[in-house]
């Protein structure tokens, strides 16, 4: 059975960080076209001043998406998006608790975020690596 090479697998590691932190970057910008929603939605979940809170953080995700794609203060960077991933995943797509309308939706973003969250763990050990 052939195994990867040390090379072969830091391309694909990098391939991985290149789309995880464009999706996270690109992601968090689109809160941008629409920060107006973006405010109302974090006031809606009881976020603390929304209309500071909800920029900074999508602010911070387009800033820790690139560090990442770019591998730039990789450390800051995967440490932002774990954190920022670990608090929105459980606060703002509580889907146990969100109307029986929302709760299709609150789901899906919970699973999405979920898998993001794994995937930041893993880059976040590698930048302690």
């Known amino acids: 059975m052939a195994t990867k090479t ?5 391309r694909i590691s990098r391939l991985g960080r290149i789309l995880f932190g464009l999706g996270l970057a690109l992601q968090a910008s689109e809160d941008f076209r629409d920060m107006d929603d973006t405010v109302e939605y974090a006031k809606s979940a009881g976020v603390p001043m929304p209309e500071h809170a909800a920029p900074f ?30 608090v929105v995943t459980l606060t703002m797509h509580d889907f146990w608790n969100a109307d029986p309308d929302d709760r299709d939706g609150e789901r899906l973003a919970f699973f999405g975020n979920l898998a993001m969250f794994g995937a930041a763990l893993a880059f976040l050990r590698e930048a302690y690596r």
Do not use: Q, Y
Request: zero cysteines.
């Open 57 to 86: 953080a999508s602010g911070m995700m387009v800033v820790a998406g690139a560090g990442i794609a770019l591998w730039r203060l990789p450390k800051v960077a995967t440490g932002a998006a774990t954190t920022f991933l670990a």
């Open 6 to 10: 040390d090379s072969e697998t830091g």
